[in-house]
């Protein structure tokens, strides 16, 4: 049974206990009394049956003449002694009856024992329980895996080929520190890995202490910090402790941006209790005292708000880049995925790789779990190339709701505004192709339509961006040439929002209007302290940001009159390609092919395209939005 149950029991027990032993001590069983009534005793008292009394406290206790006991109340009747004395009847007095010594001490101490109880089982839960709970907040929380427990390697990784390479050499250290030392060279102390989510940080830093078989200390960077002033720093300062009588070894913290950030930034100063536990992680990674074999890996995806006395050389010698994958990672990675599962002859990785550009480890790994369920669901024994793209199909686009009953006139509007979407960014330049079309309600699209990059893209040109903003204005410039401007919905919202954020960081942040030139004029969103934004001055006049705004406005306009454009002159196959989705309600790249060419139109099959780079999130025919430099962009849908 849990321990926590057990101390819980123990003092329900305890207190069951004293209340039960205080109850006996106050009752006495020595005499077994008939209970009269005050009307009845005064009865028998007249007709001389009494032969004598005891009176104590609030109790009149007697003996008949017949040698029979009796009990009754005594109401303070001020007649009663002279009614007794002239019947003749004994009369014994008592002082009020005292607790026994051990009694009073039980009464005036019982409640504090109980919630001195109450406070120490509360102490040992926050503290995390065991032996000396209530000691231990000052206790390294670190999760200890001993030598040759962590089973993970090298091999285990895949698709992070250069973050491998660069911390190859402290698995070579760890082994053989002796190499290293014979030379003058000095290993570093710290390496901080910094990538999107899910792309195998933690994961490597298991597999380094897995290669290298030494014990491996697990942490993450919220545990320092408790309600408690000063707690962070002990724990600092006993986490180190235990590693270096376990040296050589690995400590990882995870997520070290929940301690790690800027210093001097929040309301508390220097007595705040974050800072006080990163002061003494600066200390411990690179003080007075030595840490010899201790090597510290850190990971965090927020690298631009840690502190820079943390990432001096000496302390986080090395920044480790765990990106996204490519190509040829995707497809190692999903091998690695692939063992756990049965794969049928027809499914290939690298086909699957192909259509999954931006997916990260994590993705990839709860892709091949999705294709796995679908197989399950669907009764077979292994999982074969189309459970693959349903799954792909459910993670970029959302799952299918069927269920919803869509009346003719929406089914219409949506047609037309996905259609709107995919000629436009058909024909605009240097735009993704057109994977797929479906006005099948998903997630909470009622619409989709799919953009998938041929290939891996890091950085986006002027004219790629603009071509996005086109797209985007495709669905709602759709709606309002075949249902006029009175019928346009709102479903656009998600669409516009897009297009201005990427127009307005054309302008401020790439540099890329003619008007504004190549500056920056964006505010720096990264600083989120309280203390700093209070204080952040604008970098702009206002007569700049009227120039801005001006500036956006400008490629707004633009590239909406093109897209007016290039709807009017495809208008028949804005109708024909509406129609094949009414029929079809889902068609692909070769269906989309047929109608730009003039050619009648395949029948489609069940099976769709690629990811595209970003989500759908309600909006109504949403398409392509801006990437970040130095990742694909998003292909997204719905109405």
């Known amino acids: 049974m849990n321990a926590k149950i057990l101390n819980i029991l123990l003092w329900i027990a305890v207190t069951f206990w004293l209340v039960m032993m205080l109850n006996s001590l106050t009752t006495s069983d020595q005499i077994e009394a008939r209970n009269l009534s005050y009307s009845q005793f005064l009865q028998e008292l007249s007709s001389g049956a009494v032969q004598e009394v005891t009176i104590q406290d609030e109790t009149i206790k ?3 003449s017949d040698g029979s006991r009796f009990e009754t109340y005594d109401p303070g009747d001020p007649g009663l002694v ?29 409640p504090f024992i109980v919630l001195a109880g109450i406070w120490i089982w509360f102490m040992r839960r926050s503290s995390g329980g065991g032996a000396g709970g209530l000691f231990n907040f000052g206790k ?18 895949a698709g992070v080929e250069e973050a491998k390479e660069e911390v190859g050499e402290l698995v070579d250290f760890l082994r053989n520190p002796q190499k290293f030392s014979n030379l003058g060279g000095r290993i570093p102390r710290g390496v901080l890995m910094v990538g999107p989510p899910g792309t195998g940080k933690t994961l490597l830093a298991r597999a380094i202490a897995g290669e290298a078989k030494v014990p491996f200390f697990s942490i993450s960077g919220s545990d320092f910090v408790e309600m408690f002033v000063g707690v962070g720093a002990s724990r600092v300062r006993d986490l180190f402790e235990q590693a270096k009588k376990s040296a050589p070894c690995i400590i990882f913290i995870d997520e070290i941006d929940a301690v790690g950030r800027k210093r001097g930034a929040g309301l508390g100063g220097g007595h705040d209790e974050r800072e006080q536990t990163l002061n003494q992680l600066l200390v411990e990674m690179d003080g007075f005292t030595g840490n010899e074999g201790v090597i510290v890996i850190a990971a965090t995806n927020r690298a631009d708000v840690l502190d820079p006395a943390l990432l001096r050389p000496g302390r986080f010698d090395r920044q480790v880049v765990v990106g996204l994958p490519d190509l040829a990672g995707r497809a190692a990675i999903l091998e690695v995925h692939m063992r756990k599962v049965p ?26 779990n999705e294709a796995a369920l679908f197989a399950a669901r669907s009764g077979r024994e292994d999982v074969d190339m189309e459970m693959f793209e349903k799954a792909k199909d459910k993670i970029m686009m ?15 509007l949506t047609a037309y505004h996905e259609a709107g979407h995919a000629i436009v960014g058909r024909v605009v330049p240097e735009h993704d192709p057109v994977h797929k079309v479906s006005i099948i309600p998903r997630g909470r699209a009622l619409g989709v339509t799919l953009f998938l990059p041929e290939r891996d893209r890091y950085s986006m040109s002027k004219r790629q961006l603009e071509s996005q903003i086109s797209s985007l204005f495709g669905g709602r410039l759709a ?18 929002e897009r297009a201005t954020d990427i127009a307005r960081n054309m302008v401020t942040r790439f540099g890329l209007s003619d008007s504004m030139g ?14 700093r934004s209070v204080t952040q001055q604008r970098q702009v006049s206002p007569e700049t940001a009227l120039a801005i705004d001006q500036s956006v406005r400008d490629i707004i306009d633009r590239n909406y009159q093109r897209t007016k454009q290039i709807l009017d002159d495809h208008l028949d196959k804005l109708h024909t390609m509406a129609e094949a989705l009414l029929t079809y309600e889902t068609i692909g790249k070769d269906q989309i092919d047929d109608i730009m060419a003039g050619r009648p139109m395949r029948v489609p099959d069940e099976h769709g395209g690629g990811r595209p780079t970003t989500k759908s999130d ?19 849908g719905g109405v």
């Open 398 to 412: 959302g799952a299918e709701r069927r269920s919803i009953v869509m009346s003719e006139s929406e089914k219409k």
């Open 82 to 110: 002279g009614d007794l004395l002239k019947n003749n009847v004994i009369i014994r007095a008592k002082p009020p009856e005292q607790p026994s010594v051990f009694m009073q001490l039980v009464a005036a101490w019982l």
């Open 518 to 531: 190549p500056l920056a004029y964006a505010e720096d969103e990264g600083e989120v302290f309280l203390g």
């Open 479 to 496: 709606e309002e040439m075949i249902f006029g401007p009175e019928q346009v919905t709102t479903g656009a919202s998600n669409d516009i």
């Open 618 to 636: 309600g909006g109504s025919g949403a398409t392509q939005g801006e990437g970040a430099p130095g990742q694909p962009p998003i292909a997204i």
């Open 343 to 368: 794969i049928a002859e027809d499914v290939d990785a690298r086909t699957i790789a192909r259509g999954t550009p931006g997916f990260s480890g994590a993705d990839l790994a709860n892709l091949v």
């Open 140 to 157: 390294s929380r670190a999760r200890q895996h001993a030598e040759g427990e962590v089973r993970v390697t090298l091999r285990d990784v």
């Open 62 to 64: 007697g003996m008949r």
